[in-house]
């Protein structure tokens, strides 16, 4: 098939490589236009997407909008039978829905209706659910409402939200392959009316560690937020918890409560296995504590 494939983050690389294995013909790459990065901030840095792309020799377009009747008449000229989107981050409006000769499609991490919206791996991983998923949907004006051709399901145990993304791209990559190669055995199937839930964007503010909630909460919020990696501050420094652990005990709430960094929650403890101070590299608790002793009775923030 001629593709266009519209992606910006890491999740979408795999189905990017995908297709291109899978010989179809990627004749151009929309992704969202380079940013400020950089170890001074000042440099511009194309998405990992667009990067891609330019190793693989396919042409990218980077528009900032695609609302302008100029931009979907580009789009339209490029007689694609399909375009292929995965987490590109800007809103298709209808002309650009209806311009492939088979629509959009859309690689999506969760089982949809559930988790429509922005962060469906990091609202499932803190909902407590115990799985999610990938599905390919065909895409409407609707946010994430079309209807679904395939899923594949995964659980989620105690896995990170870097892990599941990594486990779902590349599911949903194989998958998008899987329904390119015979439409006609994954018909769209209009989604549920019941179980409705939005995965709203995550705010930064929701990676400091919010210890008035229950232990395992706090637990799904560390795991959650990996990466970048929840934390919580003391002696007004920022110490990024990666991995932890329940433990049995008990106090007020965000007090540390031994010599091993036991931190009390609303109900029950965690204790962070994995954590990072700023400009330095992951290390255990213990390694932490050597350097930078936080004492029983310390209150975090």
């Given at each position: 098939m001629r593709i266009i494939f519209m992606g910006t983050p890491d999740f979408a690389v795999p189905?990017?490589?995908?297709?291109?294995?899978?010989?179809?013909?990627?004749?151009?790459?929309?992704?969202?236009?380079?940013?400020?990065?950089?170890?001074?901030?000042?440099?511009?840095?194309?998405?990992?997407?667009?990067?891609?792309?330019?190793?693989?020799?396919?042409?990218?377009?980077?528009?900032?909008?695609?609302?302008?009747?100029a931009t979907q008449a580009d789009f339209a000229a490029l007689e694609a039978d399909v375009a292929v989107v995965a987490a590109y981050g800007l809103i298709l409006p209808r002309p650009v829905l209806d311009a492939p000769r088979h629509g959009c499609l859309n690689v999506h991490a969760s089982l949809l209706p559930r988790w429509r919206g922005a962060a469906p791996i990091q609202r499932a991983i803190l909902a407590g659910d115990a799985e999610?998923?990938?599905?390919?949907?065909?895409?409407?004006?609707?946010?994430?409402?079309?209807?679904?051709?395939?899923?594949?399901?995964?659980?989620?145990?105690?896995?990170?939200?870097?892990?599941?993304?990594?486990?779902?791209?590349?599911?949903?990559?194989?998958?998008?392959?899987?329904?390119?190669a015979s439409l006609d055995r994954y018909p769209p199937v209009p989604q549920p009316e019941d179980g409705v839930t939005y995965a709203?964007?995550?705010?930064?503010?929701?990676w400091r560690l919010d210890f008035t909630q229950p232990a395992e909460a706090v637990e799904r919020q560390v795991r959650a937020f990996n990466p970048p990696g929840a934390f919580f501050e003391v002696?007004?420094?920022?110490?990024?918890?990666?991995?932890?652990?329940?433990?049995?005990?008990?106090?007020?709430?965000?007090?540390?409560?031994?010599?091993?960094?036991?931190?009390?929650?609303?109900?029950?403890?965690?204790?962070?296995?994995?954590?990072?101070?700023?400009?330095?590299?992951?290390?255990?608790?213990?390694?932490?504590?050597?350097?930078f002793a936080v004492p029983q009775g310390a209150k975090l923030a």
């Open positions: 189905t990017l490589d995908a297709l291109v294995a899978a010989g179809h013909d990627v004749i151009a790459v929309y992704s969202q236009p380079p940013r400020p990065g950089g170890r001074r901030g000042q440099a511009l840095v194309p998405s990992p997407v667009h990067a891609r792309a330019e190793v693989l020799g396919i042409g990218v377009r980077t528009p900032t909008s695609l609302r302008d009747a999610t998923g990938v599905g390919i949907m065909q895409m409407e004006t609707g946010l994430d409402t079309g209807p679904v051709r395939a899923e594949a399901r995964t659980p989620i145990d105690a896995k990170t939200a870097g892990e599941l993304t990594a486990e779902l791209a590349a599911k949903g990559a194989a998958l998008m392959v899987e329904v390119l709203a964007k995550i705010d930064k503010a929701e002696r007004r420094e920022r110490v990024r918890v990666l991995a932890a652990e329940l433990v049995e005990a008990s106090g007020p709430a965000a007090t540390v409560l031994d010599d091993r960094l036991t931190i009390a929650c609303g109900t029950g403890a965690i204790r962070p296995t994995s954590v990072q101070r700023a400009g330095r590299g992951v290390m255990t608790s213990d390694e932490l504590l050597r350097g």
